[in-house]
């Protein structure tokens, strides 16, 4: 079974910078992709960004491009975002999640990002 810990979540102003981390443990999730959900208040969990089994490949929602990068370190099984020029819209609980990016099945438990204007 895989666990994954989210971590990095703040209160930031706009414009500012932040950087979540998510770790796994338990079963490797080097053969699975790996990316970031969100979660805003009322809305719809929506995708984030994902990267695949090596790293080789990225995909982002358009909302974010430019601003937010996502990086897989395979060697301790940890995948970071990466977020830049951050908005008031990015407000969220942001998650981590593990295998088939349309529909995970392996979450961790979200960590908050406010973002003030």
């Known amino acids: 079974q895989v666990l994954l810990v989210e971590s990095g979540g703040d209160l930031v102003q706009a414009g500012g910078s932040l950087r979540l981390s998510c770790r796994a443990s338990?079963?490797?999730?080097?053969?699975?992709?790996m990316g970031w959900f969100r979660q805003a208040p009322g809305k719809e969990r929506e995708f984030v960004a994902s990267?695949?089994?090596?790293?080789?490949?990225?995909n982002y929602a358009d909302s974010v491009k430019g601003r937010f990068t996502i990086i897989r370190d395979s060697g301790n099984e940890s995948v970071y975002l990466q977020m830049n020029n951050v908005k008031p819209e990015d407000t969220a609980v942001y998650y981590c999640?593990?295998?088939?990016?349309?529909?995970?099945?392996?979450w961790g438990q979200g960590t908050l990002v406010t973002v003030s204007s």
């Open positions: 990267v695949s089994q090596i790293g080789l490949t990225t």
């Open positions: 999640a593990a295998g088939d990016m349309v529909t995970p099945k392996i």
């Open positions: 338990g079963r490797t999730v080097i053969n699975l992709d």
